[in-house]
């Protein structure tokens, strides 16, 4: 069936490193794929998307391509801030009744130190 | 900007009691979703519903209900409190067509005890 797994974490970094967050899924036909955050004591947020192959999403200074031939949606930033700590969500929808359906991954906690 | 508003954002219940949870949007979103987020596992789908009465169940429907008498509101029913509900309840709605049918807009969640 369709899934999305991603990276266990928590991931701690020093404010100003590199975020890499992995992400990889299977899904049948073309799915949309998304990364979703989630701050302390809030509910998910869309940060980017990517609905077909080679498309670049991007916000915030986060990035992520969609590669469909190694079926990943890789989460990126150059420089992270202690701002960025959240949960980090990837998700894919995928055609269903009433229109699609959502499957996300497990979330990646990320702690940035100052 | 889209707003999706849970009722409570903690909630304390004793375990056999009927407990509601609900769910107000104010963007006139066709789809509606409930959630439970649990430490590891993700968000996992209960219910959803694409429009005013209709539903569907989600990967995880057993022990709850749901009602969507009007469009813009759902609510998410605990028929009999247990403990293993003891969770994170998310709602989320989005539209149903368009650039963005893809996207969906979250409550800030309802934290339920149930004990």
């Known amino acids: 069936g369709d899934s999305v797994t991603q990276m266990e974490g928590p991931v701690t970094l020093s404010e100003e490193a590199f975020l890499t967050i992995n992400c990889t899924y299977t899904?049948?036909?073309?799915?949309?794929l998304f990364w979703y955050v989630q701050y302390p004591g809030e509910g998910l947020q869309l940060l980017l998307k990517?609905?077909?192959?080679?498309d670049k999403g991007s916000n915030k200074g986060f990035e992520a391509t969609y590669r469909k031939e190694t079926t990943s949606f890789h989460l990126e930033k150059g420089s992270v801030q202690v701002s960025d700590s959240a949960v980090y969500f990837c998700?894919?929808?995928?055609?269903?009744?009433?229109?699609?359906?959502?499957?996300f991954g497990a979330g990646t906690r990320l702690f940035v130190k100052a | 900007d889209v707003k999706v508003t849970q009722s409570s954002r903690y909630l304390v219940k004793r375990t056999g009691e009927k407990v509601f949870l609900e769910c107000v949007q104010d963007?006139?979103?066709?789809?509606m979703f409930w959630y439970r987020q649990d430490p590891g596992l993700g968000l996992r789908l209960i219910y959803f519903?694409?429009?005013?009465?209709?539903?569907e169940k989600g990967d995880i429907p057993e022990g709850y209900s749901v009602s969507r008498e009007k469009k813009e509101r759902f609510s998410l029913i605990l028929e009999s409190a247990s403990t293993n509900q003891t969770s994170m309840y998310l709602c989320?709605?989005?539209?149903?067509?368009?650039?963005?049918?893809?996207?969906?807009?979250f409550g800030a969640g309802t934290r339920l005890s149930v004990l």
């Open positions: 998700a894919l929808t995928v055609p269903n009744t009433g229109g699609f359906k959502t499957i």
């Open positions: 963007m006139d979103h066709e789809n």
């Open positions: 990517a609905t077909k192959a080679d």
């Open positions: 519903s694409y429009d005013v009465k209709m539903k």
């Open positions: 899904a049948t036909g073309y799915p949309s």
């Open positions: 989320a709605s989005s539209l149903s067509s368009g650039e963005e049918r893809n996207i969906q807009y």
